[in-house]
């Protein structure tokens, strides 16, 4: 059994939806980010980054693990699946992992917080992130010509992790239009019935959304609490 810490921001996906995928059995604990429950002694000992998400494995002595690529990698291992063995296929997955890690999740991460929560409007900053967030998406999008997965013809964590960022474009108000391959792809992730699931731990966000179209401020004040700025 893993013990799944988490929130529902692109980075806690990452780990609910490679759990799903996996067929693994978990405990949800939900944190509250805008109580900052992710800076408690208690969670700190979990992670002391103080970000989520982060697992416990009840099978190995309570293994801790945080940061969500290693997570993910840790999932894999222990399975067996979405991580190839084979040499070459393995470092096609790691690297556009890494590739989400250090490029795609900063920079939509910083969109976010300048296009979004900035209290004030600093226009230099919002084109400079969401600019940098086009051109990580054309180069998915030549991947993604080349192959039908980043790691060739196998769905793996690379896939869920770039596609739990990606997948948000609207949120950090980048520009799509044109990557047919990489709209493509998110599509067909979108579709896939383990990815569904694990979007809607430990909240479902898509019924807050719809719940902010009819209820107005008051949902939407929900929405930026649970989506509280880059918490991992």
Avoid at 87 to 113: C, D, I, K, Y
Avoid at 139 to 149: F, P, T
Avoid at 180 to 192: E, G, K, M, Q, T
């Amino acid at each position: 059994m893993i013990d799944l810490y988490t929130s529902s921001t692109p980075n806690g996906w990452k780990a609910s939806i490679t759990l799903e995928e996996l067929d693994l059995s978990y405990e949800v604990h939900a944190i509250d980010l805008g109580k900052q429950e992710q800076k408690t002694p208690a969670f700190l000992k979990i992670n002391p980054h103080g970000r989520i998400p982060a697992i416990a494995d009840r099978d190995k002595d309570n293994l801790a693990i945080f940061e969500s690529g290693a997570i993910m990698i840790y999932l894999a291992e222990k399975t067996g699946r979405l991580l190839p063995t084979d040499l070459h296929s393995r470092f096609e997955t790691l690297q556009w992992l890494m590739f989400q890690m250090g490029g795609v999740g900063p920079m939509m991460g910083q969109a976010n917080v300048f296009f979004r929560y900035w209290p004030e409007k600093y226009q230099p900053a919002i084109d400079r992130y969401q600019n940098e967030g086009r051109r990580l998406f054309t180069v998915l999008d030549g991947r993604l010509g080349e192959s039908e997965w980043l790691a060739g013809n196998e769905f793996t964590i690379a896939d869920i992790a770039n596609w739990s960022w990606a997948r948000t474009y609207f949120w950090s108000g980048i520009d799509i239009e044109g990557p047919d391959n990489l709209r493509r792809w998110i599509d067909v992730i979108d579709a896939r019935p383990a990815c569904q699931r694990g979007l809607k731990v430990p909240v479902d966000m898509e019924a807050l959304r719809a719940a902010q179209d009819s209820k107005g401020e008051a949902a939407e004040t929900m929405v930026k609490s649970a989506q509280s700025i880059l918490q991992r």
